[in-house]
């Protein structure tokens, strides 16, 4: 049983960093996921090993992971990662994430990911995030504009998804933007 002391609390899900103990559970939600995260996201490997690696990831730095919990059964929902922190005058990082298709489209991933991001500029010190997001991927595009993101411009071959480099849109958001804004310089 992963260690359920959430970092961040909504009305109906709170989030909590990703555990290996967490390795059962998300191993069946990305298997009933398949449909839902191709061609979006690269399939993850969850053998042990592979899993292991996967999580050790956030250990370092520059990367963080979350995943977004029920608050009455503590289900897992969805996963929230912050990747390639860049700290000094950017304090910058990449926003990924994913629903699961038994729980997708109730509002669980909007009420999650405004958690991160509030952590993110709160406790984490961040400025700035940002999303990548391949065009055609309607439901990404439209959970981001509703947490108040700005399209700011499109980064062709930006990412290897699916076998190819893929284009995509970036989306962005400063502290500045929310009404969770940090307030501080650089740390
Ligand atoms: C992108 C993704 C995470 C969005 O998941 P989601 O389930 O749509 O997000 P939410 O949990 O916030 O649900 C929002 C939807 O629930 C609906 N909803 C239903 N009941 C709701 C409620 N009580 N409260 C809020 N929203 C509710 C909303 O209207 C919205 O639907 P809409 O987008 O059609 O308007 C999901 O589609 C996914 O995992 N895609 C594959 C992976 C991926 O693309 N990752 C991002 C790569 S850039």
Known sequence: ??????????????????????RAEIAVLDR?????????VPARD???????AYVAKFDQPAHEGFV??????????????????VRGGIQSGAL?????ASTTGHGYMTE??????????????????????QPGNAPSARLVERLGFRLEGCSPRFQYVDGAWRDHE???????????????GPR
């Open 68 to 85: 977004v919990c029920l608050r009455e059964s503590g289900a897992i929902v969805g996963g929230v990662n912050i990747n390639d922190i």
């Open 170 to 184: 970036r989306w962005a958001l400063t502290a500045e933007m929310t009404e969770h804004a940090a307030g501080s």
């Open 46 to 52: 969850t053998t042990e090993e592979a899993f292991r």
């Open 1 to 22: 049983m992963p260690d359920q002391s959430f970092l961040v609390c909504g009305p109906r899900v709170a989030v909590r960093r990703i555990s290996v103990q967490d």
């Open 96 to 100: 990924g994430y994913v629903a699961y």
């Open 32 to 40: 009933e996921s398949a449909a839902l995260h191709h061609p979006w």
């Open 112 to 133: 999650g990911v405004r958690l991160v991001i509030r952590y993110a500029f709160t406790e984490l010190g961040l400025h700035r995030l940002e999303a990548n997001i």
